[in-house]
Nanobody, 126 residues
Framework: QVQVEESGGGWVRPGGSLRIACSNS????????LGWFRQAPDQGREFVGS??????????DLGAPAKGRFTISTDDAKNTVYLQMNSLRPEDTATYYC?????????????????WGQGTQVTVSS
């Protein structure tokens, strides 16, 4: 059974960096796709990026807001997935969620993910 949890959120000044993480109670994410989503107050949930942790290598996709600024990576054991956020802007302020589904899925749609964390808050302000 999959249990995901985000960590690492906090406050950062515009232009700064922050790394948040998603873990699975020490279990591996191998064989799963993990997506990052974010939701600002009174806004819909927005796709940030995803990583397919599958077989010989990992595939990543990034949504438009993340391209050129954010990267997704894993630790060696594939137990933790990181979202490295650079050049942060006030409009990046949101609750960030990780979501997981079995297998390899390339989709920005939240409906394809079966397991969700509770979210971690990221605030970008001066």
């Amino acid at each position: 059974q999959v249990q995901v949890e985000e960590s690492g959120g906090g406050w950062v000044r515009p232009g700064g960096s922050l790394r948040i993480a998603c873990s699975n109670s020490g279990r591996t994410f191998s064989g799963y796709t993990l997506g990052w989503f974010r939701q600002a107050p009174d806004q819909g949930r927005e796709f940030v990026g995803s990583i397919i942790i599958w077989g010989d290598g990992d595939w990543t996709d990034l949504g438009a807001p993340a391209k050129g600024r954010f990267t997704i990576s894993t630790d060696d054991a594939k137990n933790t997935v990181y979202l490295q956020m650079n050049s942060l802007r006030p409009e990046d302020t949101a609750t960030y969620y990780c979501a997981v589904t079995r297998g390899a899925v390339r989709s920005p749609q939240q409906g394809v993910y079966d397991y969700w964390g509770q979210g971690t808050q990221v605030t970008v302000s001066s």
